[in-house]
């Protein structure tokens, strides 16, 4: 029996087949709200955003990376000013459902090490926001690679740090991280589940509330390793090992749901590790943007019946059925105007069935304008 087929025979053991797989789903449709966000306060602006999520309230979580808004940006910031116009934005961002800035926070501050290079923001349970980076070594400025998790309150508050600002000991190792880009939580267990994966190449788990070590595994639930994973190329088989892990989410039924961003795929996992399933998607495309499957985001209805995955290799998200990873359709191509997309980093929806993307120096909300509902 292959691999896919005894993946497949195990989705179905898990339910999650059955007469849901046999319906037919209209896809959701979308227009762009050209007029959300509002424009930010405090002639603030933004660099590279690097996730996106939205909280039980609807509100819209977002992290973006100051330091890599462009200088003739940031004359407001100078000492004495250069200019007018502008001023970097806080890392961590949140806004209302009219687009209105509500919560602004992050950067270094004493107690723990704020990461060089943000990368992925996300809600525990409990509402509290966890934060990663993914840079992996001594940046030109001598800023450290980023090692590292954080946890705070929604109004910013320094909660817990798991690992430290430094290189990867290893992707064995239990104690240092090495380029998080993403996380996702598990309430009956009370861990987080941590996407490891710009230096080291595996998901790795963690007690919620005291950081200790719990599990990890690699592609196909195997022990992680460090080997080198060159670019895939057309006709090969699928690689042993992750090449970068750029997601992880936990749906409500217990399924792990992982993006191997640069070999084009999305791998599918019990809690505990064990291998169910893995979809490709425009495997053969070779961008030097990225892969195909970014990020993933899970529709809200009660059985999170499609996926948003972010191609950021191709300037789109592609709306996907849970079930059998079969491709719906997809939402928007490249282009700088509104309603178009510039290597989307993550995409997520709101309550509603509403998608937001972050992107290059933007977030978008795309409203839900028929097919399915939550």
């Given at each position: 029996m292959t691999v896919l087929r005894k993946a497949l025979t195990a989705i179905v053991a898990l339910g999650i087949a059955g007469a849901a797989a046999a319906a037919e789903i209209a896809p959701p449709t979308y227009k762009v709200d050209p007029f959300w966000p509002k424009p930010?306060?405090?002639?603030?602006?933004?660099?590279?955003?690097?996730?996106?999520i939205a909280d039980k309230a609807d509100n819209i979580w977002i992290i973006q990376r100051p330091k890599t808004v462009e200088g003739y940006l940031a004359g407001g910031a100078q000492n004495p000013p250069t200019a007018a116009c502008c001023i970097p934005a806080p890392p961590v961002l949140a806004f209302n459902q009219a687009g209105e800035v509500?919560?602004?926070?992050?950067?270094?501050?004493?107690?723990?090490?704020?990461?060089?290079?943000?990368?992925?923001?996300?809600?525990?349970?409990k509402g509290n926001v966890w934060i990663g980076g993914n840079q992996t070594q001594t940046g030109r400025d001598n800023s450290p690679a980023d090692g590292q998790i954080l946890k705070f309150t929604p109004d910013?508050?320094?909660?817990?740090?798991?690992?430290?600002?430094?290189?990867?000991?290893?992707?064995?190792?239990?104690?240092?991280?090495?380029?998080?880009?993403?996380?996702?939580?598990?309430?009956?267990?009370?861990?987080?589940?941590?996407?490891?994966?710009?230096?080291?190449?595996?998901?790795?788990?963690?007690?919620?509330?005291?950081?200790?070590?719990?599990?990890?595994?690699?592609?196909?639930?195997?022990?992680?390793?460090?080997?080198?994973?060159?670019?895939?190329?057309?006709?090969?088989?699928?690689?042993?090992?992750?090449?970068?892990?750029?997601?992880?989410?936990?749906?409500?039924?217990?399924?792990?749901?992982?993006?191997?961003?640069?070999n084009n795929r999305m791998q599918v996992f019990k809690k505990d590790g064990t291998f169910v399933a893995e979809y490709f998607y425009a495997r053969d495309t070779r961008s030097p943007s990225g892969g195909t499957v970014g990020h993933i985001g899970l529709w809200p209805d009660k059985t999170q019946s499609l996926l948003a995955i972010a191609d950021i290799g191709n300037f789109?998200?592609?709306?996907?059925?849970?079930?059998?990873?079969?491709e719906l359709g997809t939402v928007a191509q490249w282009g700088p105007y509104a309603g178009q997309l510039h290597r989307v980093h993550q995409a997520n929806f709101d309550s509603k069935g509403n998608l937001y993307t972050a992107e290059m120096e933007r977030v978008q909300k795309f409203l839900r304008t028929g097919g399915a509902k939550p």
């Open positions: 930010l306060p405090n002639t603030w602006a933004m660099g590279i955003l690097a996730g996106v509500i919560k602004a926070w992050g950067g270094k501050g004493d107690g723990y090490e704020w990461p060089s290079s943000e990368h992925g923001v996300a809600l525990d349970p910013g508050k320094f909660l817990l740090q798991i690992g430290h600002a430094g290189p990867s000991k290893g992707s064995l190792d239990t104690t240092q991280l090495s380029g998080v880009s993403d996380l996702a939580f598990d309430a009956a267990s009370n861990e987080v589940f941590v996407a490891d994966g710009y230096g080291n190449h595996r998901i790795i788990v963690f007690d919620i509330d005291t950081g200790a070590f719990k599990r990890m595994w690699g592609a196909y639930g195997k022990p992680p390793t460090d080997d080198k994973t060159p670019p895939p190329k057309i006709g090969d088989p699928p690689a042993t090992q992750f090449r970068l892990v750029h997601c992880v989410k936990v749906s409500n039924d217990g399924l792990v749901y992982v993006c191997d961003r640069d789109t998200v592609r709306l996907v059925r849970r079930d059998n990873g079969k």
